[in-house]
């Protein structure tokens, strides 16, 4: 049923117990994992300066080391894990990945934005339930650290 599950990620590292959720499900219907994460630098005016583009360079590769750390908490569990790292609107881009990859299920931490902050900021993990093609759960996460 859910053999593609999506599991987009921004900089935290999330608990044991957050990644449960994820484990349990994959584990219940075999799924594969597909680890996404999603950088906004070139839609924050860093691209229209004279930025030099080995900075670029350097934080998609700090992007790759984090979703790096997930693959390894992961792999004792012997699952196909994908590894993404995208650039632009986080919750474009996770939709467009999810329709890429015929993805079952997404899987989404939220970050609990109430009142004036979610108004103004938006929350991804709301506008991936309302547009998504696919069941998406949500979950609130105790994070572990921050990246």
């Known amino acids: 049923m859910f053999k593609k599950i999506l599991f987009p990620v921004s900089g ?3 608990s044991d117990n957050d990644l449960a959720i994820l484990i349990d499900v994959a584990e219940k219907y075999k799924g594969e994992i597909f680890l996404l994460t999603v950088s906004d630098i ?6 229209d300066l ?17 979703l790096t750390k997930y693959e390894e ?3 004792k569990y012997n699952f196909k894990i994908h590894k ?4 632009g609107t986080a ?7 999810a329709d890429e990859i015929s993805a079952e299920l997404i899987i989404i931490p939220t970050h609990g934005r109430t009142g004036l902050p979610s108004f ?10 309302k547009m998504a093609k696919c069941p998406v759960l949500t979950f609130k996460p105790k994070f572990k650290e921050d990246f």
């Open 42 to 47: 070139y839609h924050t005016g860093l691209s």
């Open 73 to 75: 908490r992961l792999k």
């Open 91 to 97: 919750y474009r881009e996770i939709l467009e990945y």
């Open 12 to 14: 935290e590292i999330l």
């Open 120 to 129: 103004i900021l938006g929350s991804v993990a709301q506008k991936i339930v």
């Open 50 to 66: 004279n930025v030099p583009e080995e900075l670029f360079v350097q934080h998609e590769n700090l992007l790759k080391d984090f």
């Open 84 to 87: 993404e790292v995208r650039n």
